[in-house]
């Protein structure tokens, strides 16, 4: 089946006749009058549907057919939300959505209890919906969903609902791509199809000349591969803009573990580019929806690959810091590329607000989960910006240890100006990788720098990609 194209309506009232209708709402709106007529289906049948479901932690949903064959689904979010979670609940929304799929045209409305939900819960739609497959039999056409929101006072509109939730899709797209279809080479196409839609310009320095210009950890992580390592820089700079922001992207196409290889665990890693993949997307629906400051999306692309070229444990490299680092694992590569692209990135730009996303340490989930991405910032402001930023867009943050004097011990080497990987794993790993980063930026005058590891947020239950960080990236980057 070809994947279905989404449509978001202002009014549930303009969304044409449909074979499938999801209502999606906490037991308080699924019960209201207005849940009750949108159903179609006579109030005692649907209180009773109401009355069935429990939506305990994950969210439920009960379904029956309507006298003229379409299917209506009553679903369920949960009431237990805690103070470090998403009140739109848009942990739950992805699973209940997916009621919507299926052959013919779908709606589904969200009954808010906020009208400030209904960006959360358009992105977590969005999730339910993917776009990539490489299975045999992708013919027909695509399958037309409808969604429209409606809060206490009537419908809702969000006008960026569209834009972010096709970056979702795309950004997961991408994390779903094997790397045979989407190296290097190809993922600077991706950059090249987005400067072309959205007027942009783009910047690209590929295989010898990284080295030649100073990036040495992008070189060294990539120049194994048949596909060479890129830096692919997107650049909106819109009349008037008086602050720039900085998004820079892990693209690890692939991950080996390099000539460290990964014994075991390797499958998935696919998806270890999932920050450039969200960076990518997150730019391209920035620029449709006019942002407003100069906006820049830095792609760290490599395959981190076994082969003659590749770096071996005790190399050293100078980065584009000027500072060189002893390899000690060279599975430990995705803070060697984004060290050289947050140093490029300030060096050139001074951003207001520097950004770095990757799929970055398995740490990360013991640390914060499969829920919450893992934030590390050298700025309280950005900090407390970013947590409710994520609140916001469904895509929840929490805050890792910042504390460079505790970390930085862990990368002492006897022969460079550090190593690339921790010497104790036990001391709050994944506050030092970000560390690690942060080790390349100016020492005067460092700007706002948030370091985001989206390891455990990046796949779903099906290690399907999410495009979780485009709705986190549009909130922070728009609130400056």
């Known amino acids: 089946m070809t994947a279905p194209h989404i449509t978001v309506h202002d009014n549930y009232n303009t969304i044409p006749s449909v074979k ?5 709402g906490r037991s308080k709106q699924l019960s209201a009058e207005s849940a009750a007529e949108i159903s179609g289906l006579p109030e005692d ?24 064959g379409k299917k209506i689904l009553a679903a ?60 045999s039999k992708k013919d027909g056409e695509a399958q037309e969903i409808h969604v429209a929101f409606i809060g206490p006072n009537g419908p809702v509109a ?31 196409d991706e950059a090249r199809g987005v400067a072309e839609r959205t007027g942009s310009s783009l910047t690209v320095i590929q295989g010898e000349d990284l080295i030649n210009q100073g990036f040495g950890g992008l070189w060294g992580v990539g120049k194994a591969a048949s596909n060479l390592p890129a830096l692919a820089v997107l650049e909106h700079n819109p009349a008037g803009a008086d602050k720039c922001v900085a998004w820079v992207g892990k693209g690890i196409v692939y991950d080996t573990g390099g000539l460290s290889i990964k014994t075991a665990g390797m499958a998935g890693m696919k998806g270890d580019m999932g920050g450039a993949g969200a960076v990518i ?29 590749a770096t071996r ?17 060279t599975d430990a590569e995705g803070r060697l590329v984004l060290a050289d692209g947050i140093a490029w990135a300030a060096k050139n730009h001074s951003p207001d607000l520097l950004l770095d996303m990757a799929t970055l340490t398995g740490a990360a989930l013991i640390s914060t989960g499969k829920t919450h991405a893992g934030i590390y910032t050298n700025s309280e402001a ?12 469904g895509e929840p943050v929490h805050p890792m240890i910042y504390a460079p004097e505790l970390f930085r011990k862990e990368f002492k080497s006897h022969v460079a100006d550090m190593k690339n990987s921790v010497k104790d794993r036990m001391n709050a790993q994944s506050s030092c990788a970000g560390q690690f980063i942060g080790n390349h930026l100016p020492e005067d005058n460092a700007p706002n720098w948030i370091h985001v590891d989206i390891a455990g947020t ?23």
Request: some cysteine; glycine content about 8%.
């Open 158 to 188: 969000e006008p960026r609902a569209e834009a972010a939730m096709d970056g979702v899709r795309m950004a997961a797209r991408l994390v779903d791509t094997p790397c045979s279809e989407l190296h290097t080479d190809a993922f600077v």
């Open 458 to 480: 990046a796949w779903g239950a099906t290690n399907m990609g999410t495009g979780y960080g485009v709705g986190l990236l549009l909130e922070l980057g728009a609130g400056l």
């Open 20 to 24: 499938t209708l999801v209502i999606i």
């Open 281 to 309: 997307a997150a730019f391209e629906a920035a620029v449709r929806l006019n942002f407003p400051h100069k906006l820049l999306a830095v792609l760290c692309l490599a395959e981190n690959a076994v082969g003659p070229e």
């Open 76 to 135: 369920v979010l949960p009431e237990p939300c805690s103070r470090h979670n998403s009140p739109s609940r848009a942990w739950a929304i992805p699973s209940l959505a997916k009621g919507a799929a299926g052959e013919g045209a779908a709606a589904i409305v969200m009954m808010l209890d906020n009208a400030d939900h209904a960006f959360a819960s358009a992105l977590a739609i969005a999730r339910a919906f993917p776009l990539y497959s490489g299975k």
């Open 382 to 393: 950005v900090e407390i910006a970013a947590v409710a930023a994520g609140k916001r867009a």
């Open 313 to 329: 444990p005790d190399d050293i490299h100078t980065l584009y810091s000027g500072k060189t680092v002893e390899i000690n694992n």
């Open 45 to 68: 049948v649907w209180a009773a549907m109401c009355d069935s479901l429990k939506g305990g932690d994950a969210g439920a949903s009960t379904s029956t057919w309507a006298k003229n």
